[in-house]
C-alpha cells in the first residue's frame, strides 16, 4: 500500500540530499478514496477484499457510505425509486439482504419445473405452493419482484424454462398487491371513490406484467383536458374552467357554460381525437382496459364513459354514471341539484360520440321500454362490477383457451372481492377451478363459503366436494410419466423429435415440436372430426405435439409435417415450459423434456446438422455454415 513519490534521495534547492519520501494509498483523504473505490470496474467482491487489507480501508468502506451506495445503485439501478435522494441508509446490509433475496428467488424459480412440469400442457395452470415459498420468504416484496424482472430481462434466447416460472410467479405477486390496493379503495367512503382509480385496477389486475398506474392514465387526461381548454378559450375566453389548474375541484354552475364544456369536449374526444366505441370487435377484452382504451381511442360504453365522466369533472361539469340495461350512459342534469325525475336530465351516450339523448330516446338504443329505475345514477362499486361484468361475460365466450380461462378466472378474482357473497360467481369459480385441475384446497375453502351462504346448494357442493377430496388423494399419489426411446421396436418409424421447428404442409402454420406417439391417441371422436382418415396413412402414424407459432397447441400427423427451410423463433407462451434454449436452428429441451425424450436430443443435434450446416471445403478450422448461408455463397460465386 506504499507508493513512492521519490524513489532515491533527490538534491534540494540548498544542495543537501533529502531522504526518499513515500506515500501511501491510505494517507490519502477519505473522499479520494472512496471516489477511487467508486471505479466502475470494482465489483462488490473487490470492495470485500479491500475492506479487509486494513482498519483504514475497513473505515472507508463502512456500512452507510458512498463505496456500498454506489455498490448498490450500480447493480440494482431498478431499485432506486424505493430511496429518497440523499438517503442516509445502510447499503452493505441493503445489498447483503437483495443479494440473499436473489439466491432464495431464483432457487425457488429452479426447482419450480421438477415439480409441475407436464407433457401436456395445464392450462391455467396455478403453482400455487411456489407462491406461497416465496411470500414465507419475508424479504421486501420489492427485492423480490427486482430478482424476478431480472431474470426476465436476461439473454433472450436463453433460460427460458427459468423465465417461464418466474413470469407466472411476477404475475401472480403482483396481482396479490393489486388485490390488496382494491380492497383498500373499496373501504374509502363512496364520495372519495374515483371511477377511474377503481378502473385503473382491474385494468392493472388483468394486465399485470403491463405498464399500468393511475399517474400515467390521469397525466394522459390531463393532455386531453389541455386540449378542450384550449378549444374552449376560442368560443369563451372568460371560461371559469380555464382558469382552474390540474388538480384543482371546480363545479360550473351555470348550465350555458357546462353546456361549452360539453360541446368543446366531444370536439376534441370525437373529432379531433378520432375516438369511438368498437362495433366490429365489441367482445374484445382491450375495449374494457382503460390503458388500451387511450391508446386505440376504441372502447365499450362503460369504459369510454368512465373517460368522459372524468374528463367532465376535470373541468367543472357533473356527470353521473347511468347502469342502463346493454348500453351504459352518463346523465346530465339540467334542473336544480337532487332532481330525480329521469325527465330532468339529458342522457350522454359516449359510445355514440356524445350524443345527447333524452330519457324516451334511450330506450330506442335497447329497442324497448324499461322502467324509472333504470335511469337512476349508481355508485362507483356498482360502475366496477358492470365493468368487471362484462369481462366476465367475454371469459366465458371464449374458445376454452389459456388466454379465455386466464381472463375468466381474473375477472371473477375481482368480481368476489367487490362482491364477495355472490353464490352464482363463488359456484362458477369453484368449477373453474376444478375443471382445470387447480387449487382443489381453495376449491374446498370456496365450496364451504357457498354452503354456508345458501344450503339449497348442497347437491352442486356435494358433488365438486366428493371429487375434489379424489383429485387431492391423487395428488399424493402421482403416476410415473412414460419415458420414449427412439430405439424402442415401436417408435421406429418416428421420424422427428422433440426441439425440431416444422412447417404444417396444408395448413401453413410454424411450430416447434414438444412431444410424439408412435400412432394417433387421441379420441376415436376426434379422430372422425379432424378427418384423419382422409390421410394417407390415416391414424396409423406418428403423431406430433406442437407449439404453433399462434399461440395454440396441437396434435398434427407426421405425413404433415416437414421440417422448416428457415428455422425461426415460435413465440408461443407455453415455450419455457418444455425448453431451456433458442439455439438458432432448434430449441433445446430442458432436463424435464429430456427425461421424458432421453434419446431425442441427440437426434434433434443430427438433423440439425445434416438440415442446415456443412463443412466449408478447404477450411482449416472446419468452420460449420448454414445452409442457407451456403446458398448466399454459391449465388454470390456464380
Not at 478514496?33 to 472507508?60: G, Q
Not at 446490509?93 to 400442457?121: A, L, N, W
Request: glycine letters at 6%.
Amino acid at each position: 500500500m506504499a507508493t513512492s513519490v521519490a524513489g532515491e534521495g533527490q538534491p534540494s534547492l540548498n544542495g543537501i540530499i533529502s531522504e526518499p519520501q513515500t506515500k501511501r494509498l491510505t494517507d490519502l483523504p477519505t473522499e479520494l478514496l472512496e471516489h477511487i473505490l467508486c471505479f466502475p470496474v470494482l465489483k462488490h467482491v473487490d470492495i470485500c477484499n479491500v475492506s479487509c487489507c486494513c482498519k483504514r480501508l475497513h473505515d472507508v468502506c463502512h456500512g452507510r457510505g458512498k463505496v456500498w451506495g454506489h455498490q448498490y445503485k450500480l447493480r440494482w439501478p431498478r431499485l432506486q425509486r424505493f430511496y429518497r435522494q440523499n438517503e442516509c441508509c445502510d447499503w452493505l446490509r441493503e445489498y447483503r439482504t437483495r443479494h440473499r433475496v436473489g439466491i432464495q428467488i431464483r432457487r425457488t424459480v429452479e426447482s419450480i419445473s421438477k415439480r409441475f412440469f407436464t407433457e401436456v400442457p395445464c392450462v391455467g395452470q396455478v403453482l400455487g405452493d411456489s407462491f406461497a415459498e416465496i411470500e414465507s420468504l419475508g424479504m421486501p416484496e420489492h427485492f423480490c419482484e427486482d430478482e424476478l424482472l431480472f431474470i426476465l430481462n436476461s439473454d433472450k434466447r436463453k433460460s427460458l424454462t427459468l423465465k417461464y416460472y418466474a413470469k407466472k410467479i411476477l404475475y401472480f405477486l403482483r396481482q396479490q398487491n393489486i388485490l390488496k390496493s382494491l380492497k383498500t379503495f373499496l373501504e374509502q367512503p363512496a364520495d372519495q371513490q374515483s371511477a377511474l382509480e377503481g378502473a385503473v385496477l382491474v385494468d392493472q389486475y388483468c394486465n399485470p406484467l403491463a405498464d399500468v398506474t393511475l399517474s400515467s392514465i390521469s397525466a394522459q387526461l390531463d393532455e386531453i383536458a389541455e386540449k378542450v381548454k384550449k378549444m374552449l378559450r376560442i368560443k369563451n375566453s372568460s371560461h371559469p374552467s380555464l382558469r382552474v389548474a390540474q388538480g384543482d375541484c371546480l363545479v360550473v354552475e351555470d348550465f350555458e357554460l357546462q353546456r361549452q364544456v360539453v360541446c368543446a369536449l366531444n370536439s376534441v374526444l370525437y373529432e379531433q381525437l378520432q375516438y369511438k366505441g368498437n362495433e366490429f370487435d365489441y367482445y374484445n377484452p382491450l375495449n374494457s382496459y382503460i390503458h388500451q382504451v387511450l391508446l386505440r381511442h376504441t372502447g365499450i360504453p362503460i369504459s369510454l364513459s368512465v373517460l368522459y365522466m372524468t374528463l367532465a369533472r376535470k373541468l367543472g361539469v357533473q356527470l353521473e354514471p347511468v347502469n342502463f340495461p346493454n348500453h351504459f350512459l352518463l346523465r346530465w342534469c339540467q334542473k336544480p341539484i337532487g332532481s330525480e325525475d329521469i325527465y330532468d336530465f339529458v342522457y350522454i351516450d359516449a359510445f355514440g360520440k356524445g350524443k345527447q339523448l333524452t330519457a324516451k330516446e334511450c330506450e330506442y338504443l335497447i329497442g324497448h321500454q324499461v322502467t324509472a329505475d333504470y335511469y337512476s345514477a349508481i355508485s362507483t362499486t356498482e360502475v366496477l362490477l358492470r365493468m368487471v361484468g362484462n369481462l366476465l361475460n367475454i371469459g366465458k365466450r371464449g374458445e376454452g383457451n389459456e388466454k379465455s380461462y386466464q381472463l375468466l378466472r381474473d375477472s371473477l378474482d375481482l368480481y368476489l372481492t367487490i362482491n364477495p357473497d355472490n353464490v352464482q360467481y363463488l359456484l362458477l369459480q369453484a368449477r373453474l377451478y376444478f375443471h382445470l385441475g387447480i387449487w382443489p384446497e381453495k376449491v374446498l375453502d370456496i365450496l364451504q363459503h357457498i354452503q354456508a351462504l345458501d344450503p339449497s346448494q348442497h347437491g352442486a357442493v356435494g358433488y365438486l366436494v366428493q371429487h375434489t377430496l379424489e383429485h387431492i388423494q391423487h395428488k399424493k399419489h402421482p403416476v410415473t410419466p412414460e419415458v420414449k426411446k427412439r430405439s424402442a421396436p415401436e417408435h421406429l418409424e418416428v421420424r422427428y423429435s422433440v426441439g425440431l421447428i416444422m412447417k404444417h404442409k396444408r395448413s401453413g402454420y410454424n411450430c416447434v415440436i414438444y412431444g410424439w406417439d408412435p400412432k394417433c391417441t387421441m379420441s376415436q371422436e376426434w379422430i372422425t372430426t379432424m378427418r384423419v382418415h382422409q390421410l394417407s396413412n390415416g391414424a396409423n402414424q406418428p403423431f406430433y405435439n406442437v407449439l404453433v407459432q399462434d399461440g395454440t397447441c396441437r396434435y398434427a400427423a407426421q405425413e404433415n409435417l416437414e421440417p422448416h427451410s428457415a428455422p425461426l423463433e415460435i413465440g408461443h407462451p407455453e415455450v419455457g415450459r418444455y425448453f431451456s434454449e433458442f439455439a438458432d436452428t432448434h430449441y433445446a429441451a430442458n432436463e424435464e423434456l429430456q427425461t421424458r425424450y432421453p434419446e431425442d436430443m441427440n437426434e434433434t443435434l443430427g438433423t440439425v446438422q445434416e438440415l442446415y450446416h456443412r463443412l466449408i471445403p478447404g477450411s482449416g478450422n472446419q468452420e460449420q455454415v448454414p445452409a442457407t448461408d451456403q446458398n448466399n455463397h454459391q449465388a454470390m460465386s456464380m
